[in-house]
């Protein structure tokens, strides 16, 4: 959403200027001869001074100036010399023979004049672009989620984090699709796309290969995404399109007022299941591993330290990055994930994976180790078991990624958030480019024209 304004071009001269209606050639009259000096107005009457508020001199003596309201009476000038009109708007003439010239008044500018344009940066005073900040990605409109949502969290951290990745505002846009998430793009200032339910990764994957240069995200929900968006989703990860897609898992329909949603609970009763839902839900995470995304990650909106660093994790690698963000929706849902996100329960309920580290949770007093392909949780205070005996993680291994992920239905483990898996492969846009550039480069450009009547026509006549 974009931001560009243009001075108007039609803006009225200043007072003491050529008009249109000024004949070409006729100069205004010089002052008056010299060592003459005009006389004052009428005792008590005083002209309107010019806009720089300097006072000029009075017209010659018996003249009164027009005033607001006149009858459009001009100073006199030299004899033969046609006056020039004022503008439309005019009310007060010019300065009378001899008077100083009044500076030139500024065009009026647009309706937010002195407000710093939204794009690009103001320079600074070198000639280099100012550091961008938080503010230059916040827009001009008023933010409509539910005061509490989740949603402002994750907003903030975005905003944020966007000053630091480099990327200018006009190479960026967010994308979404349909509920309370994809209103996301109109608060970023940015561009941005807000398209149709579940349609989001389509239309992402057209910009991205047509204009591959372009920094895209696509903002999501669970509904978005896994229900009606499902197909276009596991294809956008198969092809490994370099995006990043952030999915707001709420476990609910908040936009239309609280139906269950693809990842709701077993037993859920919502409106729309007014007896408890019997769908078993999604996993997201298990879904983005199945689809073969090479960038998986979870996280919540209640921890924006961790929050920014999975965004700024996906935003580094080069792929689609999908990460899941536990978010909460206060009116129809309220504490669907208060276990893992609040801080009387958050220790003992997650484990935060890294890189080449042991899993370790509830403050180093519990640890997970694999037995077989399933991970178990020991205890690490008693004395049997240390760190040591805790599986180290590689988030390289697409076997390890899936064992973690699984933990998702057991009670007696803690739920995963980090990154699972992340893999460089060839992305989609790369691949096309290199297509595109290969064929050219053996057979030229081709002709549409020429292509449209190649082979076998028929002409139909009646």
Known sequence: MSESREQSQNSPEPDGHRTSDEPAGVRKPAGPPSGKKPSGPPAGKKPAGPPTGKKPAGPPAGKKPAG???????PAGAPGARKPAGPPTASRPAGPP?????AAARPAGPPSAGKKPAMPSDP??????????RKDFSSDQDVRWCPGCGDYAILASVQRLMPELGIPKE???FISGIGCSSRFPYYMNTYGLHSIHGRAPALATGLKASRPELDVWIITGDGDALSIGGNHLIHLMRRNVNVQLLLFNNQIYGLTKGQYSPTSELGKVTKSTPYGSIDHPFNPVTLALGAD???VARTMDRDPKHL???????HQHRGSAFIEIYQNCNIFNDGA???FTEKDSKAKSTVFIEHEKPLVYDG???GLRLDGFRLESIDLANGRWSADDCLVYDETSVELAHIAARMFWQDDLPRPFGVFYSNERATYDDLLKTQIDGITEKRGRGDIAALLNAGDTWDITE
Not at 68 to 74: A, I, L, M, N, R
Not at 126 to 131: K, L, R, T, W
Request: glycine share 20%; no cysteine; proline share 10%.
């Open 68 to 74: 607001p309201g006149s009858t459009g009476q001009q």
């Open 98 to 102: 001899g008077a100083a010239k009044p």
């Open 124 to 133: 600074g005073g070198d000639g280099a672009p100012s550091p961008l900040t």
């Open 171 to 173: 190479n960026s846009v």
């Open 293 to 295: 995304a090479t960038f």
């Open 308 to 314: 920014q660093q999975m965004i700024r994790r996906g």
């Open 337 to 339: 994930f208060f276990r």
């Open 364 to 366: 180093g007093r519990r």
